[in-house]
Nanobody, 122 residues
Framework: VQLQASGGGLVQAGGSLRLSCVAS????????IAWFRQAPGKEREFVAA????????SYVDSVKGRFTISRDNAKNTVYLQLNGLKTEDTGVYYC????????????????WGQGTQVTVSS
């Protein structure tokens, strides 16, 4: 499985971005797809995830109400809509795929994309 993340960029605080994660090599049908982010000098942290089969979603508290994760079955793509961006949202965003029942543990994900940089200026 190869995951290709894209959509990052430089935006001002309060702005929006949409990140995309496209899978090739297999479909997401039995997977959980998550977004993690890593700020300089910090550990990679969970942001949001979706169970492909049910559509169940999960978010870290700091992004609830601002970020939305969604999926497009036909395109084998997961999106992360980032609204109301804050400077603390800055980091490299990674998409990941796995089949564990656990959504928030990065060690439970088997496949990772290369990351896309999100920079939010004040």
């Amino acid at each position: 499985v190869q995951l290709q993340a894209s959509g990052g960029g430089l935006v001002q605080a309060g702005g929006s971005l949409r990140l995309s994660c496209v899978a090739s090599g297999r479909t997401f049908s039995s997977s959980n797809i998550a977004w993690f982010r890593q700020a300089p000098g910090k550990e990679r942290e969970f942001v949001a995830a979706v169970r492909w089969s049910s559509g169940t979603t999960s978010y870290v508290d700091s992004v609830k109400g601002r970020f939305t994760i969604s999926r497009d079955n036909a395109k084998n793509t997961v999106y992360l809509q980032l609204n109301g961006l804050k400077t603390e949202d800055t980091g490299v965003y990674y998409c990941a795929a796995g089949t564990s029942i656990t959504l928030r543990d990065r060690l439970r994900y088997d496949y990772w994309g290369q990351g896309t940089q999100v920079t939010v200026s004040s």
